[in-house]
């Protein structure tokens, strides 16, 4: 067999798909797949990275708005109304010109964890406060605490009007309390608290003092129960505004109570023709007012009123549940404020004359003219 036989036999065979001399190599992906690959993961990549950086960027703005200087340029107040969201307050602070953007604000209390801290009241805020120091003081409670006080010896219904006058309490007066059952008291609130929170936390209080008092009576009081207790203390209170004066004030009335003397005490027979307004400061007391026909009249019926005259405070409650140890049954103003006390009517009558001569001085150096001794206010009973 010849060379140029077998040569073309050879090539035939090695190019015999059913020959075992050769493998065929993998195919490789086009260079052009390969590209577009590459080429859609960089551009996730990028777009993440891309992503990343924009959100650092605000969250980074968002912090240096929400923790910057605000815009307040001047002091100002900001009332957050009860059942109010941060919603409505952000938008309201924005709108006041206290934060500079209400969605940065939301946003920055909902990262603080603050979303269901708000209290509502009345907040204050310096000039150039920021988001945090608003949200912050805003979450605390911490509002302006206004003062509202009631003098003791007021009736209900000089509480009512003065509550009712006041621009920080909002709401209506509920229907008008039992003489006697309010605490005189200053009274811390915040604006818009509403008047029937207020009457009831002075109710309570009232109440609560009372019963204290009463515990600790003197136990021969001459009182059947805490009601005559009460009605005979709104008289203490009302007799004399002298604190150190009222246990021997308490002292005549209760006497008088043992021996079954009228108390003839001026404030019951007033609040029988006046009731709680009182009488007007320009009107004089009259016979007829003293002769007057009414259950308050200690000068006609015997024993207690129906009823408290007035609101006693802790002081005429406290004097009265223990009153000074005295054999006294009168007293009268001395002129200085205070009062004389006396045993026997007799000795009472010469204090009597004694405060008419003070009167009449008073009276007498009030009608001197310019360069004498001054005019001084003649005290009345």
Not at 216 to 245: H, Y
């Amino acid at each position: 067999m010849t060379d140029s036989q077998i040569g073309p036999q050879t090539a035939l065979g090695s190019g015999d798909a059913g020959g075992s001399g050769r493998r065929d190599k993998p195919r490789r992906r086009s260079r052009l797949a390969r590209s577009q690959v590459v080429i859609f993961f960089n551009l996730l990549l990028s777009g993440a990275v891309l992503g990343l950086l924009t959100v650092g960027a605000v969250l980074y703005w968002g912090k240096s708005q929400f923790e910057g200087q605000g815009p307040l340029r001047e002091e100002a107040t900001y009332v957050v109304p009860r059942n109010s969201g941060w919603s409505s307050a952000a938008a309201g602070l924005e709108s006041h010109g206290i934060i500079s953007s209400a969605e940065v604000f939301e946003y920055g209390v909902r990262l603080a964890g603050k979303s269901t801290a708000l209290k509502p009241g009345e907040y204050g805020f310096a000039p150039g406060v920021s988001m945090r120091e608003v949200m912050d003081t805003l979450a605390s409670g911490k509002s302006i605490m206004y003062s509202v006080s009631v003098p003791e010896g007021w009736t209900v219904q000089q509480i009512y009007d003065r509550l009712a006058a006041n621009e920080v309490l909002t709401g209506d007066l509920p229907a008008l309390k039992p003489e006697g059952t309010l605490r005189p008291d200053t009274y811390r609130v915040q604006r818009g608290t509403t008047r029937a929170e207020l009457i009831e936390q002075m109710e309570e209080a009232q109440n609560k003092l009372v019963q204290e008092v009463w515990a600790k009576r003197s136990p021969d009081l001459p009182v059947d129960d805490i009601g005559q207790f009460l009605t005979l203390a709104s008289i203490v209170e009302r007799e004399t505004g002298v604190d150190s004066e009222r246990p021997h004030v308490a002292s005549v009335f209760v006497n008088r109570l043992r021996e079954g003397m009228r108390l003839q005490s001026d404030p019951t027979f007033l609040y029988g023709i006046y009731g709680g307004r009182g009488k007007p400061s320009d009107k004089p007391i009259t016979q007829s007012d003293i002769e007057s026909d009414t259950p308050y009249n200690t000068y006609r019926v015997r024993g207690l009123p129906p009823g408290p005259i007035a609101n006693p405070g802790r002081a005429a409650l406290e004097a009265t549940a223990n009153p000074l140890d005295t054999d006294d049954r009168y007293f009268v103003a001395d002129g200085t404020g205070g009062h004389a006390f006396a045993s026997s009517l007799e000795e009472h009558n010469r204090n009597v004359r004694r405060y008419r001569e003070w009167e009449r001085s008073q009276a007498a150096q009030a009608t001197e003219p310019a360069g004498g001794t001054g005019a001084a206010e003649a005290v009345v009973e």
